[in-house]
């Protein structure tokens, strides 16, 4: 189906249409049409235009009035302060709208046809190291995302560049080949819980580590053992395959208890890019892009100097010819520019790794891998904090598990889904504690722009009132429970009918929904869908408070209320959904 014009794009075409008739001399005018708590919108930019045809800006915009095809959608429209022209709609024109709206299984969310394939690099947890609450924000973000790119037209290609190559690999295997049967924990064909697999390595790792520390011959062995995993000596690869296989049985059940759907083919770990990281230091080395300094292979930047005042290198290769997360950034960059045809890389990583990023991407533009065509973004984030503002840890000081924090919170959700059910199962509960419980974390994350800090708070997370996933899902339960009980009335638009402040205030806002998403995806910016959808849940509630809906004056009412009710359901639903949050159908 064709994009649907929103209201806003058709009042705007109009005042642009009736600025060009005024000052031709112009050409094609932006009008910076805005919505305003004076009217519906106001057009600003008769200002800038007046300042630069040297004009009297009341009485261009006097000329713009008269000019103006008001057709069926402006109802009124005033000259206000220095030139302003502020605008109201009429009823019906947002009715008519909402229609269109309504018929579109889109919501009117525009499909961009040409948009080019972007790659997303998310959710990126250390085979044989637990999960905790610093993974939180780099898989629901990146979750999101997808989700809202692939929605507005993108190919996305989801990439988990996971830790999976490096000195501790030696450790475990050379400790595993010493004491060749601490791994097994099951017989046959029976597979360990995603808790069985991470206990199983967590003791592996302690144990290796105590030897490693205390036992000189011991380490000299493992060291010598990564020297055979980067030769790809058989018997050690094997044993490695076997802790990055232990690994994702416990990595999929955090991602399952998380709600994020992770597929086999996504994760591609560090150890994806060894084959090409002789070529790309070749490559970066043939160029002049990257120059030997004291044996190391070096980028160096004029911008970034350390404390002594000298230049920060990028330090591809190291010089005893190991190579360091520069080697294998630069060659993903490679393989996925190259390989995938990627035209937009995203990263979502945490802030502080801003200054390593910087540099890789420099490097690649220099290395011509980046272009005017291809560009690379770090969607960096922010720190999750504890209650008093300090970075989240235990109370022996230690970080917490992801795991623990997921399973509190949906238990926290049972409790304030329990104490508010009035015909729910105890299955029920349990089912509707779990996608309210995920669906806190998630908002609350996803409703802090990403590049800020934010406080991890479950009891302000799991409350009704306020900006809470909870709040939204109960609006949407709200309705649905409306849509049930409303018998033979069927949602209709009544365009003829006069709608209330509060109906046109909803109505606006439901028509403001596709221009939201596509900025959300262009500027990826979750935390905007977010603070749409808590403005409309809380249109909604003064909408419900204000207007009856099935004991409406009339039968025609009944129905155009109903349609405003479904529209918001859909709306709510569409929107949670690209966040990554359920919304149940009761609560």
């Keep these: 189906m064709a994009s649907v014009p929103s209201l806003a794009s058709s009042v705007e075409q109009r ?8 000052l031709p001399e112009a050409g094609a005018a932006d009008p910076l049409l805005r919505r305003s708590d004076r009217a519906d919108f106001q057009a600003n930019g008769i200002l800038a235009l007046a300042k630069k045809a040297k004009a009297n800006p009341r009485e261009l915009a006097a000329t713009v009035l008269e000019g103006l095809d008001k057709g069926g959608v402006i109802k009124d429209v005033e000259v206000s302060g220095p030139g302003f022209l502020n605008i109201t709609v009429s009823d019906e024109a947002i009715i ?5 709206r309504a018929a579109d299984d889109r919501l009117g969310v525009p499909l961009n046809e040409s948009a080019g394939t972007t790659v997303i690099d998310y959710a ?7 999960m905790h609450v610093g993974h939180l924000r780099s898989a629901v973000i990146g979750a999101a995302m997808v989700e809202i790119l692939e929605f507005t037209g993108e190919k996305v290609i989801r990439r988990h560049h996971i830790g999976d190559w490096g000195t501790q690999f030696g450790m475990l295997i050379q400790y595993l080949l010493e004491h060749p049967h601490e791994l097994d924990h099951k017989g046959g064909d029976e597979e360990a819980s995603g808790e069985e697999a991470m206990s199983n390595l967590n003791r592996l790792y302690k144990a290796s580590r105590a030897l490693f520390d205390s036992d000189e011959e011991f380490k000299t062995r493992a060291r010598a053992r990564v020297v055979d995993l980067q030769a790809g000596d058989p018997r050690t690869l094997e044993l490695w395959q076997r802790f990055v296989d232990e690994s994702k049985i416990y990595f999929y059940s955090v991602f399952d208890k998380l709600d994020m759907d992770i597929q086999d083919p996504d994760v591609v770990g560090e150890s994806g890019y060894n084959d090409m990281l002789v070529e790309t230091c070749k490559l970066l080395e043939e160029s002049g892009v990257a120059v030997r300094s004291n044996g190391a292979l070096c980028v160096f930047f004029d911008e970034y100097k350390g404390p002594d005042g000298n230049p920060t290198p990028l330090i591809v290769q190291k010089s005893d010819g190991g190579f360091g997360y520069a ?5 993903a960059i490679r393989n996925r520019v190259t390989d995938l045809a990627a ?6 990583v945490d802030a502080r790794q801003a200054l390593h990023f910087k540099m890789v991407f420099e490097t690649a533009r220099r290395a011509g891998w980046l272009n005017d065509d291809v560009k690379a973004v770090q969607l960096a984030f922010g720190t999750v904090l504890g209650k008093d503002g300090k970075p989240f840890k235990t109370r022996e000081g230690e970080t917490v598990r992801l795991v623990d924090l997921l399973d509190e919170a949906v238990e926290r959700a049972a409790a304030v889904v329990r104490e508010k059910a009035q015909d729910l199962t105890e299955e029920e509960i349990a089912e509707r504690g779990a996608q309210v419980g995920i669906g806190a974390v998630k908002y609350a994350d996803l409703s802090t722009s990403a590049s800020r800090d934010y406080k991890f708070d479950l009891d302000q997370m799991v409350s009704l009132t306020g900006d809470t996933s909870v709040y939204l899902q109960y609006a949407y339960a709200r309705i649905q429970s409306i849509l049930r009980k409303a018998g033979e009335a069927r949602p209709a638009a009544h365009p003829e009918l006069e709608l209330t402040a509060s109906e046109r205030a909803l109505g606006l806002h439901l028509d403001g929904f596709g221009a939201l998403v596509a900025e959300a995806a262009q500027e990826y910016a979750p935390h905007k869908l977010a603070a749409y959808l808590y403005q409309l849940a809380s249109l909604y509630t003064t909408f419900y408070a204000e207007c009856p809906v099935l004991k409406a004056d009339t039968p025609e009412q009944v129905e155009n209320r109903l349609f405003l009710c479904d529209l918001t359901a859909r709306t709510l639903n569409k929107g949670m959904a690209l966040l990554g949050i359920r919304t149940p159908e009761k609560l």
């Design 124 to 130: 990126q947890p250390n085979v044989a190291k637990e």
């Design 327 to 331: 080697a294998t950034d630069l060659s």
């Design 343 to 348: 035209t937009s890389l995203i990263y979502v």
């Design 15 to 22: 005042v642009s249409d009736a600025l060009a008739s005024a």
């Design 96 to 100: 008519n709208t909402l229609a269109a």
